[in-house]
């Protein structure tokens, strides 16, 4: 099976992973909100996806993926070389 991307993820520098349909939105606010152990570093957490094996890819990453097996529906500003959940859906 081909590796697709499924969502966005945040990983923080600890490796900690916190995945949601977009990149900082309610989902993913509350579970940084419940991971209280957590909290203190996501707001520099670097931000990408996850593929279907729950593995992280930067957003450089992903953009290759994503590219490679049609996953982007449509452009949005700056997402040349990145992936933006926008292309995804």
């Known amino acids: ?3 697709i ?3 966005a993820a945040i990983r923080s520098a600890s490796g900690d992973l916190i995945c949601a349909p977009r990149h900082f939105d309610e989902t993913m606010r509350q579970q940084i909100r419940l991971s209280v152990r957590l909290e203190g570093d ?3 957490a670097e931000q ?3 593929d279907q094996y729950g593995e992280f890819l930067s957003r450089e990453e992903a953009y290759i993926v994503a590219l490679s097996e049609g996953q982007i529906v449509r452009r949005c500003g700056g997402d040349k070389g990145k992936l933006y959940s ?3 859906y």
């Open 1 to 3: 099976m081909n590796r």
């Open 5 to 7: 991307v499924v969502c």
């Open 42 to 44: 996501w707001k520099t």
């Open 48 to 50: 990408g996806f996850v």
């Open 86 to 88: 926008e292309n995804l």
